[in-house]
């Protein structure tokens, strides 16, 4: 589908049921993993997406040899460590033309795959050059961007594109703040394990140089992020010891020189972050949407659509999946049922944990009655699009009625929005989220750029044209 605009109308469906697709966040991470290990693997999933290719390009520009099939994604790992020879000795951190062992990486706009695969690429000891699309080069790289500085790579200035990295990173101390970006401690955890043990750093004083210390400052927010790159660690063997200190710090002791371990096939998780815009639809309809394939026990944050839905007064309803959800997976799905059984109600939303479902959470709480206030929305602004900003605007348009106040956005709900033209800010999740208000739209809405969904759910128009909307292309 190639298309400079999409109009979407609600088509008074019957009831619709969905099949969720892959992680996205899963899939990321045990792509990384698998091409760090001692073996090829398979990991098991039929979906794909602009972000899963980019992490997939770039593990292929350090060396692996990732081939997609109709079911699965074949991994065959990266040779490890680049000789010393292949290491650039640039004060600037700009490798030379045509220098020896150049990975050439495209993250496309992926900020998961940039941020992931920096520190790895130190680890690893090689020498990159990385193109970056949309407005990824704008998106911060600080504190970790320091951090790894300190620890023994030449990188380019922030903001460069492309963006240059050489050098050796080092084991010690690294301190992140918990409140920035979990993507920035991904990175790191998936990294420190593969350092050579005699590998030293000035900035280590503890005498020992066989671990690698991540000190998290504060509240670790995105929490489950973070859970799910643990787990997928430990999948590989990695050991990894967390302590949680007294004023509230998070330490990770990692050990040096491990191994990864991959078992032959891998499976991925169905995503919620994706599945929670059909959740969403069935909380606007009497109707009500199926979910099909959704693991209830899986440890993606954004799981908690649920009881958030739940809290608009919206009726959730869980049962064993009758049919494979298209996810090969040895772990017990479920169906989600989502509907609406009355007005919904307005309520208090913290997005800490959760800033992906803000869009999406916001197009309830337009057609909730009552205030809905969505607090702790400062890591909105640096996403795809400034969040914030965009949700507003894109809502406003559509007649809702929403402003931003005290780290908060805050919602007062009105019984119908009344479409309009809006785009996507190039924000996948800004065009999902504007696509599913349709449905409490007196008019169509319209989407000018609306294929930014490609960057995680490229059949998203499809899906919606299928069960709930008339979906129109425009030129």
């Known amino acids: ?38 073996k090829p693997s398979k990991i098991m999933t039929p979906d794909t997406s602009k972000d899963i290719e980019a992490t997939i390009n770039s593990l292929n520009g350090l060396g ?31 490798p030379a033309e045509n220098a020896p062992g150049l990975s050439k ?18 680890a690893l000891g ?61 990175g790191l955890l998936f990294a420190l394990p593969l350092i050579n043990p005699g590998a030293s750093s000035a900035s280590d004083n503890s005498g020992s140089n ?11 927010e995105s929490r489950p992020y973070v859970d799910i790159t643990l787990d997928v660690l430990n999948e590989f063997g990695i050991n990894i010891k967390e302590e949680t200190l007294e004023n509230g710090d998070t330490l990770f002791t990692i050990p040096s020189g491990q191994t990864y371990h991959s078992e032959e096939a891998l499976t991925v998780d169905g995503d919620w972050s994706n599945a929670a815009f059909f959740l969403a639809a069935g909380a606007l309809l009497e109707k009500g949407v199926t979910v099909t394939g959704l693991n209830i026990d899986s440890l993606q944050g954004d799981k908690k659509i649920l009881d958030i839905l739940k809290s608009f007064g919206a009726e ?19 169906d989600i049922t989502v509907k609406r059984t009355g007005r919904l109600q307005g309520t208090e939303i913290d997005a800490a944990d959760i800033p992906d479902l803000v869009p999406i959470i916001s197009v309830v709480a337009s057609l909730s009655e009552g205030r809905t206030t969505i607090r702790n929305i400062e890591r909105l602004k640096i996403k795809e699009s400034d969040r914030v900003k965009t949700v507003i605007s894109t809502l406003s348009t559509l007649g809702a009625k929403i402003f931003e106040e005290d780290n908060s956005i805050v919602i007062d709900g009105v019984p119908a929005l009344s ?15 504007a696509a599913i208000a349709s449905i ?16 995680s759910y490229p059949d998203f128009y499809n899906v919606l044209k299928d069960t709930l909307c008339e979906v129109t292309l425009g030129e």
């Open 419 to 433: 479409g309009g033209t809006v785009d996507s800010f190039n924000d996948h999740r800004i065009a999902m989220s």
């Open 316 to 334: 959730v309803s869980i049962s064993p999946s009758a049919a494979s959800s298209g996810i090969l997976s040895e772990v017990t799905v479920s």
């Open 440 to 455: 409490g739209c007196t008019g169509p809405v319209t989407i000018t750029n609306p294929m930014a969904v490609e960057k």
């Open 126 to 186: 090689k020498t990159a050059e990385i193109t970056m699309h949309g407005r990824l080069s704008e998106r911060p790289l600080s504190p970790m961007y320091e951090e790894l500085i300190s620890h023994g790579l030449k990188m380019s200035s922030q903001g460069s594109n492309p963006f240059s990295i050489s050098g050796q990173l080092t084991g010690g101390d690294y301190t992140i703040a918990g409140n920035i970006s979990s993507q920035f401690i991904t």
């Open 64 to 94: 692996a040899r990732i081939v997609r099939h109709a079911e699965y994604i074949e991994v065959n790992p990266i040779e490890l460590f680049a000789p010393i020879s292949d290491i650039a000795n640039i004060e600037t951190g700009s």
């Open 1 to 38: 589908m190639d298309t400079r605009s999409i109009t979407i109308k609600y088509s008074n469906a019957p009831h619709a049921t969905v099949r969720t697709i892959a992680s996205k966040s899963h899939a990321h991470r045990l792509l990384i993993a698998a091409a760090l290990s001692d």
């Open 105 to 122: 990486i495209d993250c496309g706009e992926s900020g998961s795959t940039l941020r992931f695969i920096l520190p790895v690429i130190g």
């Open 210 to 220: 066989s671990s690698g210390i991540l000190h998290v400052t504060g509240k670790l």
